[in-house]
């Protein structure tokens, strides 16, 4: 089972590094009851997830996660500790806390800029992170971490980009950056500048040529008048 599950999260994990750019060190944003879960299970988050996600992580929290497993009291003491433990990320209810659930989605609005994973047990929070494309869901079950398959939509996101019906902003600049890069934009805009000069006749330089040929058609026939004038004179 541990096999099939490691070939899951790398195949997963290929989704979102090839689809929505995540790198290391990855961001995984915790909760009170994802921390709850691990210290239950015996799970050591710090050293194992790295070998699960196959790469560097970057574990954090936010105020608002640790206001609220203070405010729980004893109950969640062990998962305040673990939570403590980890970078504390910047959130936007300083004054006003939040529930930790309704501040861990304000952090991935706007498309997940930052490329956070959100790992919870709260099945409410999970279904809403579902409903976002791009955000990678981490929960325990059965004493182990699982990475949850892409939601769907995800998947619909990714269709879109394939079949060129969406293009993120982001992707645009680094086309371009790379195009200027490989000196493609300068090969694009010499090939335009030669369908420019390839072009057909000048019309003006017709114009010349017939005007030419009325003249050279007017001359012999005043020629043929000025010589019926001298045989009529004789």
Not at 133 to 143: E, H, M, R, T, Y
């Amino acid at each position: 089972m541990g096999l099939t599950r490691q070939k899951h999260a790398k195949k997963n994990m290929g989704f979102y590094k090839h689809n929505f750019h995540f790198c290391e060190p990855f961001q995984v944003l915790l909760d009170g009851t994802f921390c709850q879960a691990a210290l239950r299970n015996k799970i050591q988050i710090r050293e194992q997830l790295p070998g699960y996600l196959d790469g560097a992580t970057q574990l954090c929290t936010t105020r608002c996660v640790l206001k609220e497993l203070e405010s729980l009291g004893k109950a969640l003491y062990g998962a305040k500790l673990i939570a403590q433990r980890f970078q504390v990320q910047n959130c936007s209810h300083h004054k006003d806390p939040v529930s930790g659930s309704a501040c861990l989605l304000s952090m991935i609005e706007e498309g997940n800029p930052h490329h956070f994973f959100i790992a919870t047990q709260d099945q409410d929070l999970a279904n809403k992170v579902k409903k976002k494309a791009g955000v990678p869901l981490l929960f325990i079950i059965q004493n182990t971490m699982v990475l949850d398959k892409p939601s769907p939509k995800s998947l619909a996101f990714v269709q879109k980009l394939q079949t060129n019906q969406l293009v993120p902003e982001h992707q645009k600049q680094s086309i371009v950056q790379l195009k200027e890069k490989e000196g493609l934009a300068k090969q694009e805009g010499e090939k335009r500048r030669k369908r420019k000069r390839a072009g057909g006749p000048n019309p003006l330089s017709c114009l010349k040529k017939k005007k030419r040929k009325t003249q050279e058609g007017q001359e012999p026939s005043a020629e043929k008048k000025k010589r019926r004038k001298r045989k009529r004179n004789r």
